[in-house]
């Protein structure tokens, strides 16, 4: 399997425009998980899905954050309309979990959003 | 609740020195317990985890690491450091039941020649 796959690897933006970062989880893998990764805050989870369904949303930082799973192999996290605070490394991670298993997480090489 | 406190946010060692990275947790559930390790510009990758059984686990590159549940440490040690294990490493923490992982703030090693 390629792993966990994002894109873009590095997106630099104006303020005030939106922002589309994409995830493809491993397959067969049922919770896909978004964090974000920055010098202040360290990892915050943002959201997470088990079985396309978003359970968790609580680290979501405002309104302009909205996650997405339409299908088991892809999310989308967006942020509309982006600020320069929003700059971060945002990682994918997905994982296998259900009936007393539950693997660790495995994380994509993230996305670099710069918001200029 | 739970957290994560990573008390050292950077080690500079020597190369072939052994090292300790730190990892206290607080939770009132049992917990499973990851290392993970962040190369620059990479993802996180799994270095090792504690989910049941031993309480010494191994992982990859010759690291290990020790649960102590009386006094809720993981902490994770190599015998001889390579120049190459210079990178940012994570303590997690999962509560049994969750799927979401809770980071620490991160420790820098950095192995000096």
């Known amino acids: 399997d390629a792993g966990v796959i994002q894109s ?17 989880p491993i397959s067969g ?13 360290g990892l915050e989870l943002l959201i997470y899905f088990n079985n396309n369904v978003p359970i968790d949303d609580s680290g979501m930082p405002e309104d302009r954050f909205s996650a997405k799973m339409p299908n ?8 509309q309309p982006s600020e320069p605070r929003d700059s971060a490394v945002y990682f994918c991670a997905s994982s296998l979990a259900g009936g007393g298993f539950n693997t660790e997480a495995f994380f994509g ?8 | ?18 090292v300790e990275l730190r990892c206290n947790y607080s939770s009132s559930v049992s917990v499973y317990l990851f290392w993970y390790v962040q190369y620059p510009n990479q993802g996180l990758q799994l270095l090792l985890k504690y989910l049941s059984g031993s309480t010494l686990v191994k992982g990859i590159n010759g690291f290990e690491a020790e649960f102590n549940k009386s006094q809720t440490s993981f902490h994770l040690r190599k015998p001889s450091v390579h120049i190459s294990d210079t990178a940012e490493y994570f303590c997690a923490v ?16 950095t192995v000096l020649p």
């Not at chain 1, 873009?8 to 493809?24: A, D, F, I, S, Y």
């Not at chain 1, 088991?72 to 942020?79: G, V």
């Open chain 2, 1 to 18: 609740a739970q957290s994560v406190t990573q008390l050292d946010s950077q080690v500079p060692v020597f190369e072939e020195a052994p």
């Open chain 2, 94 to 109: 999962r509560r049994g039941s969750a799927r979401q992982l809770t980071f620490g703030s991160g420790t820098q090693l």
């Open chain 1, 29 to 41: 893998h049922n919770s896909l998980f978004w964090y974000r990764q920055t010098m202040m805050r």
């Open chain 1, 72 to 79: 088991a192999s892809f999310s989308t996290l967006k942020i």
């Open chain 1, 109 to 116: 090489q993230g996305t670099r959003l710069t918001v200029v």
């Open chain 1, 8 to 24: 873009p690897r590095h997106e630099v933006t104006e303020m005030g425009q939106e922002v589309t970062l994409r995830c493809k």
